[in-house]
């Protein structure tokens, strides 16, 4: 009993995380109808934002070390964040120590100019060319992103750690009245479930109670009818993508103390988003959400020991497998709209 | 380039021929001097091939491995300080090149993928006529080009790769390996783990569900078990997982008060994140700490993994803070020349490098038949991990290997591990037989 | 000529003409030159040029004519090398079986994924394609190890059964052949500096590639193609007719997985090796973007992606410093070091860069992907010869 709630909770974990990367990429795939491939790039870009605030609030000066040599028997040099000669040594240190947090205010900034940018100087040229044309001119891009990033950051992950005050883990089971220790989990894990959260319920509430937002899903269903009606929606579709490229961003933020950011990890989560928002359903939001926690949590029962020894490799495979029984018996996924993306 | 000529395959298919007819010589006999093998060098010039991981993954460990070969020639062609030759036990190495002729090397990049590393070995060998192939991140890449190289007759010297098969069951006539095995770290790793952690001890293993993985386990839970441990579970995780949470999780429902994490580059990153956040190591079972173990360590790894790898054991090939001569000759050369102190795959590359040449040098040519002749059993010191045997069996390094710990208080981003124990050879060193496979026959192509 | 009409003949005699002479067309500067480092005329290369070629033709038949995109290409290819490589161990070196069984191996495999798989379309049958490529990676990495290997894959070894070879001599590895004929031999010619190597390997692929390209004509002018052609245009139009358009989708998706397992197949006969990464879903966009990029739904189109994109991987990944600081030796010092430093990034391990960077120029702006360049250039030519011919020599490839 204890074992599968423990997994429902990794499940709702993991879940949120697939949702929330979903979310953005169903944004601008499931309601622009672009196949935007570089949407794992834009994730990954995000947790490098995280990475270069960090960096930049650790911006040091060298001092040496009296008695001190290093490994070439040079004197030993230690480095001393500006950041503590502005603020003192203890706010200094406590900035840095909140440097994730503080990247969300950062990343948003970020992750919009990015979003409007690739939007209109790109993105709004292929939305009459074939997907084809779309897969690949994002692909590009998204190859052309990573390799920007391999070059000033390397290929190696780069440890981000959360704020101190969120380290360790909570003890579940001893609330639930289970032995001690046997359903914990992190700190850190239960932010980014709360995040993710608060981020869907927000893109949620923006489409479904602002004008704003009835315009777009206006301009999903009939783009040409609310053009004629004289409504500028190509202004607004450049908003949206602003706004799916700051989610996915956030996501990316937020992710980087769970594991620590490199230069592909877009690509690791490209395909998996692409397949949480189909089996979701192409054009509904719902769907995605739905979709992301389904997958999330299937996939943590695949990895319990118990179920390997009677099915071995099923965590290899559950998530594919999943996918296709569902869109066998669903065709159009979850919640899927009508005549969308199926040509 | 000679003219109009039929190249080794038909020389070989020439050989066969004579060898049906029981005509046939040993094969290294056919071949002498400077030519009757592939890409035999010609000019004033030799070309060697180095293979590594330049995009993906392992693109950082690829980096360093070619920042060694290009030290490795410079001191070879008789630049920089020398390095490591200085010493080297051996004194065939004169600076001069090998065999006078200055070395030159073209690059290649494995992208970690078998594929992609063989077709770039293949057109070092068929373009570029390079001699000797080496470098390599993973053993999957290792295994391939290997292969490869027996096929094609020239020598493989491996990289980094870590697995039981590469002198195991896929063992070759060809290759080479001087960086340590599964094997060895278990057997290096569990006495250490007994002494510190206690002889009743209760292990989770979290296994990479592939061949090195596989291998790593085995040899970890067979030498612990051997000391008294219990496996309570091993649970093998996918190559693709990036978030380890849904295995982490139930380990501390199992009764285990030991995490093996069987894992190696971005997955050993994350998988030991994701347990520290977990909060593992802070928790009592059993009336014991919880501890986790890192069969497998490497520098870049550690960093990647930041503060969570502090206390935790592991095994490692080398490491730059070793004491002795060879390794502060070549941290020096290596420091000198790129600011920061070399990873234990930049050291393994080098050596290797170095070893070949010192084999052509002492057998007097190129020919891949007899630079094996002159690594087979060939005894060494100076290249800084003590007295070393390159065994004629299997073409494997016995040598001391590192049991380290991720340091408590590093004083700069590249003093990450500290070094608990040199295990002695004698410790790690096991029967050729046991991995099964077969190293065949050198060969020299044609 | 063939029962192809007269344009149709010319491309195919050009393509003949072009792999043919492939070894000199690859090795247009002189050994030694500095250029020589875009020599590509080098058995492997060469033969990975055709073998990808195949695959994408195989691919633009099923894309380029009914428009359903698959995502899961490359476990054909896979499957279809695992099968050769298996006929290799147990049954004999000689390649023809070894093919002949990737290619039966592949179509049967592509029968069960299509016969599923395209009870949906559009993106739906997109991924569930991809679902069981992945499926096939992810379990030939693991649990299938037995069977495939797993991290370090299979290769013939001499102690494997092989029950129509006779026993190897001692000393002697397997090697792939055509009844004794090695696919590894070639012949080199020496041209002044120039030296041409003309392969045993790269021959047969390169015949086995235009008759595959032949046959792809044949399906793309037969009534059948236009059939799969009318599946793009408007499915929902063709089943009011009365037709049901299933068995011929099924069947073009049989064809270009075979056509993925003869690709496979001609892999392990040049390069007796099987991993893996061959399934993973990166291999099946590559031969998507090979299709784009050169002009999906054109004849040659994907021909010219597939060589342009092993071309870059191969050749470009290769430079490295040492070879720039050559290339560039002949400058005063301080613009040589400003040069590298503006193109090393690119080259050797930026290789990626480079080619995204490609991807997205061509895709901007040429619509049409490489032949539609090509077409570009040709009709510049035409236009200088004579002004004043009217027609647009531009034929929007059908997409």
């Given at each position: 009993m204890d074992a599968i709630i423990l997994q429902i909770l990794n499940g709702l974990d993991k879940g949120s995380a697939y949702a929330l990367i979903a979310l953005g990429l169903t944004l601008i795939f499931?309601?622009?109808?672009v196949v935007n491939f570089a949407h794992g790039a834009l994730f990954m870009i995000g947790a490098f934002c995280a990475v270069t605030l960090s960096r930049l609030l650790s911006l040091s000066h060298e001092v040496a070390v009296e008695g001190e040599v290093d490994f070439l028997g040079n004197p030993m040099m230690k480095d001393v964040p500006y950041i503590y000669d502005i603020f003192g040594e203890a706010t200094g240190a406590a900035i840095i120590d909140w440097s994730v947090p503080l990247s969300i205010l950062f990343a948003i900034p970020v992750m919009v100019a990015i979003g409007f940018i690739m939007e209109r100087g790109l993105i709004q040229h292929f939305y009459k060319r074939p997907h084809a044309d779309q897969i690949l001119v994002t692909f590009g891009l998204a190859i052309v992103l990573q390799e920007i990033i391999k070059y000033f950051y390397g290929a190696n992950p780069i440890p981000t750690p959360a704020p101190a005050a969120f380290t360790g883990s909570f003890d579940f089971g001893a609330v639930l009245g289970f032995d001690p220790n046997t359903i914990i989990y992190p700190y850190w894990r239960l932010v980014y479930f709360a995040f993710a959260a608060i981020i869907i319920g927000a893109v949620f509430a923006f489409l479904q109670f602002t004008t704003f937002g009835m315009v777009v899903r206006a301009g999903m269903a009939d783009r040409e009818t609310v053009g004629l009606l004289g409504i500028n929606i190509d202004k607004r579709f450049t908003i949206m993508f602003g706004i799916a490229a700051a989610v996915a961003g956030l996501a990316g933020v937020m992710y980087t103390p769970i594991n620590s950011p490199n230069y592909h990890m877009g690509m690791d989560f490209l395909v998996l988003s692409f397949v949480v928002v189909v089996v979701g359903g192409m054009g509904s939001l719902p769907g995605a959400v739905l979709a992301g926690f389904l997958l999330g949590v299937l996939e943590s029962f695949a990895s319990m020991g118990a179920v390997l020894e009677v099915l071995p490799g099923i965590n290899q495979i559950i998530i594919y497998l999943v996918a296709i029984v569902i869109l066998l018996t669903r065709p159009r996924g979850l919640m899927g709209r009508k005549g969308v993306m199926e040509e | 380039m000679s003219n109009s000529n039929f190249t080794r395959r038909g020389l070989i298919k020439t050989g066969a021929v004579a060898g049906a007819a029981g005509l046939s010589l040993p094969t290294y006999l056919r071949a002498d001097g400077h030519s009757g093998f592939t890409n035999a060098p010609t000019g004033d010039t030799v070309t060697l091939g180095f293979n590594v991981p330049q995009s993906g993954p392992y693109a950082d460990e690829g980096a360093d491995e070619l920042r060694a070969y290009e030290l490795a020639v410079e001191h070879l062609n008789g630049g920089g300080d020398g390095g490591l030759m200085n010493t080297f036990s051996s004194k065939a190495l004169q600076g001069n090149g090998i065999l006078g002729k200055k070395v030159e090397y073209v690059t290649g990049d494995t992208q970690t993928k078998s594929d992609a590393a063989r077709a770039s070995a293949r057109s070092m060998i068929e373009k570029d006529g390079a001699i000797m192939i080496t470098g390599g991140s993973s053993s999957g890449v290792a295994v391939a080009v290997q292969a490869l190289c027996q096929e094609a007759g020239v020598i493989f010297m491996a990289g980094l790769t870590h697995s039981n098969d590469t002198t195991g069951k896929d063992k070759k006539a060809n290759g080479f390996r001087h960086f340590f095995n599964s094997y060895m770290s278990g057997a290096a790793l569990a006495p250490i783990l007994a002494s510190n952690y206690g002889k009743d001890r209760k292990a989770y293993h979290l296994t990479a569900d592939y061949n090195w993985g596989y291998t790593t386990e085995e040899a970890v839970r067979t030498s612990t078990e051997a000391m008294g441990w219990e496996t309570v579970a091993a649970v093998k995780t996918p190559l693709t997982q990036t978030d380890f949470s849904s295995y982490i999780a139930p380990v501390l429902q199992s009764g285990a008060d030991v995490l093996v994490l069987n894992h190696y580059g971005g997955n050993m990153v994350n998988s030991l994140t994701n347990a520290v956040q977990f909060g593992l190591r802070d928790k009592q079972v059993n009336g014991k700490n919880f501890e986790i173990v890192v069969p497998l360590y490497s520098r870049l790894m550690a960093k990647g993994a930041g503060a969570n790898v502090k206390g935790i054991f592991g095994s490692t090939n080398w490491h730059w803070s070793l004491q002795d001569d060879g390794s502060k000759a070549f941290v020096k050369s290596f420091g000198t020349k790129y600011g920061f102190p070399p990873s234990q795959a930049a050291h393994t590359c080098y050596v290797q490098a170095l070893l070949y040449a010192d084999a052509v040098e002492r057998a007097g040519s190129f020919n891949p038949c007899a630079v094996g002749e002159a690594l087979k059993d060939f005894e060494f010191d100076g290249m800084g991990n003590g007295p070393t045997l390159y065994r004629g069996e299997d073409h494997q390094c016995f040598k001391d290997v590192l049991v380290v710990k991720g340091k408590e208080n590093p004083t700069s981003e590249f003093d990450l591990l500290e070094i608990v124990e040199i295990t002695p050879v004698s410790q790690v060193t096991y029967d050729a037989g046991i991995f099964g496979g077969e190293l065949g026959v050198c060969n020299p192509g044609a | 000529m063939f029962g192809l009409n007269s344009k149709d003949t010319k491309l195919l005699l050009v393509v003949i003409a072009l792999t043919m002479l492939a070894p000199f067309i690859l090795n247009p500067f002189p050994e030694g030159s500095a250029m020589a480092q875009f020599n590509g005329g080098y058995p492997d290369l060469m033969q990975r040029l055709v073998i990808f070629g195949i695959f994408a033709i195989g691919f633009n038949i099923l894309f380029g004519l009914t428009g359903y995109l698959s995502f899961g290409h490359a476990a054909f290819l896979g499957v279809g090398s695992y099968a050769a490589i298996w006929m290799m161990k147990l049954l004999t070196m000689n390649v023809i079986p070894a093919i002949m069984i990737s290619v039966l191996v592949a179509g049967l495999f592509s029968l069960l994924v299509g016969w599923i798989s395209l009870r949906r379309s559009g993106i739906y049958f997109s991924i569930l394609t991809l679902a069981f490529a992945q499926m096939s990676y992810s379990l030939a990495y693991s649990v299938l190890t037995p069977i495939t290997g797993g991290e370090t894959g299979l290769q013939p070894k001499i102690n494997d059964p092989r029950i129509l070879d006779g026993a190897l001599a001692a000393g002697e590895t397997p090697r792939a052949n055509l009844f004794g004929l090695e696919m590894g031999s070639s012949y080199e010619m020496t041209f002044g500096n120039w030296v041409f190597t003309f392969n045993a390997g790269y021959y047969i692929a390169a015949v086995v590639m235009i008759l595959a390209f032949y046959l792809s004509i044949r399906i793309f002018r037969s009534p059948f193609g236009m059939m799969l052609r009318a599946v793009k245009s408007n499915q929902q139009r063709l089943n009011y007719t009365g037709l049901n358009a299933k068995p011929y989708t099924l069947a073009a998706f049989v064809i270009s997985g075979m056509y993925a397992g003869l690709a496979g197949g001609l892999l392990v006969a040049m390069d007796t090796q099987v991993g893996a990464e061959r399934m993973f879903w990166t291999a099946s966009g590559e031969v998507v973007l090979m299709t784009i990029l050169g002009g999906a739904g054109t004849l040659i189109g994907p021909v010219l992606g597939a060589g342009f994109i092993k071309y870059m991987e191969n050749i470009v990944s290769k430079i490295n410093k040492t070879v720039l600081e050559q290339w560039f030796a002949f400058m005063p010092d301080g613009i040589e070091d400003f040069i590298i430093t503006i193109v090393y990034p690119f080259v050797g391990k930026g290789w990626h860069l480079t080619l995204g960077l490609l991807f997205m120029l061509v895709v901007i702006f040429l619509p049409g992907g490489l032949v539609q360049g090509g077409q570009k250039v040709f009709g510049l030519f035409r236009r200088k010869k004579a002004s004043d011919e009217k027609t647009d020599g531009k034929t929007t490839p059908a997409e």
């Open positions: 499931g309601t622009l109808g | - | -």
